[in-house]
């Protein structure tokens, strides 16, 4: 429930953070890390194949599921929540976006210096000497059955090309992870949108920003345990994050 208080905080709040899960892409068709994997995929567990020892053990299978994941990224479009996201910049004095997610679907609503605290499907590098490799956008390179492709090879090594994403067990960018935890820390609103906050060091942003006394919104059309202390706005993040801009800010065009 979007009470008068909390579309006042919101509209009176000088830094606001988004931080975002999948669920902020579900509905641009995007399946969240959690849902049951679909068709090709249904018969792997993604955190079993979001692992360097997966990528090591069958490189073709990892990078086929990576390359799967970015062709379905690349064929989606931003949904409404990315839009208001993106909205939300011209109606604060300062808006920091922090995401889980991998894909670039808040640059593409608009939102600019987005925080990826788990890196990003469209930043690929050498496993062994790091040097960043551009992959086309054309989606020519998906084979009939999508399931396996061989990895480029790194042009300055020749060592195989992974994903730029964090996997299970590896630590987070640095720079993300500080810009992240210190806008957690300086925010006056916190808006946790689509995620299952289960995963850290992530998760544990809302709780940094909840104990400097800023208000914490969780968004998620399941269920969602929150402390007495914290807002919680039961539905999609499309619908939400619309009508919260609504309740907060009118209907007047951005000016
Ligand atoms: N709007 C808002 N939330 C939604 C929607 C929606 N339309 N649809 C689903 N959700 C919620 C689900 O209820 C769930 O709580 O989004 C959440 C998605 O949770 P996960 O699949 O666990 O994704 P996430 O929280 O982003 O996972 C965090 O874990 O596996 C790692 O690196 C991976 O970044 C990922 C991290």
């Known amino acids: 429930m979007i009470t008068s208080s909390l579309a006042e905080r919101l509209r009176e709040a000088q830094h606001v953070v988004v931080f975002t899960g999948a669920g902020a892409s579900a509905e641009s068709g995007i399946p969240t890390f959690r849902d049951a994997l679909t068709g090709l995929w249904e018969r792997f567990d993604p955190a079993q194949l979001a692992t360097s020892d997966a990528f090591r053990a069958d490189p073709s299978l990892c990078w086929g599921w990576y390359e799967w994941r970015r062709h379905k990224v690349l064929q989606a479009q931003p949904n409404g929540a990315h839009f208001a996201i993106a909205e939300l910049a011209s109606r604060v004095p300062k808006l920091t976006v922090v995401t889980q997610n991998v894909d670039d679907l808040h640059e593409r609503a608009g939102s600019q210096n987005v925080v990826h605290l788990h890196g990003s499907l469209h930043s690929p590098r050498c496993i062994d000497c790091g040097q960043a490799h551009t992959l086309s956008l054309a989606s020519d390179a998906l084979p009939g059955d999508g399931s396996r492709i061989e990895p480029p090879r790194c042009s300055a090594c020749s060592g195989y090309v992974r994903p730029g994403v964090v996997w299970f067990g590896?630590?987070?960018?640095?720079?993300?992870?500080?810009?992240?935890?210190?806008?957690?820390?300086?925010c006056d609103v916190f808006l946790s949108i689509g995620t299952s906050g289960i995963v850290y060091p992530a998760a544990e942003l809302p709780l940094r920003a909840l104990g400097r006394g800023a208000t914490v919104v969780h968004i998620n059309p399941a269920q969602f345990k929150v402390s007495s202390q914290e807002h919680f706005?039961?539905?999609p993040?499309?619908?939400?994050?619309?009508?919260?801009?609504?309740?907060?800010?009118?209907?007047?065009?951005?000016?």
Do not use: C, I, K, N
């Open 170 to 186: 590896e630590m987070l960018p640095e720079g993300a992870w500080s810009v992240g935890l210190a806008a957690a820390e300086e």
């Open 233 to 235: 706005l039961q539905g």
């Open 237 to 255: 993040a499309s619908v939400m994050m619309q009508s919260l801009l609504r309740e907060a800010f009118g209907d007047h065009p951005v000016s």
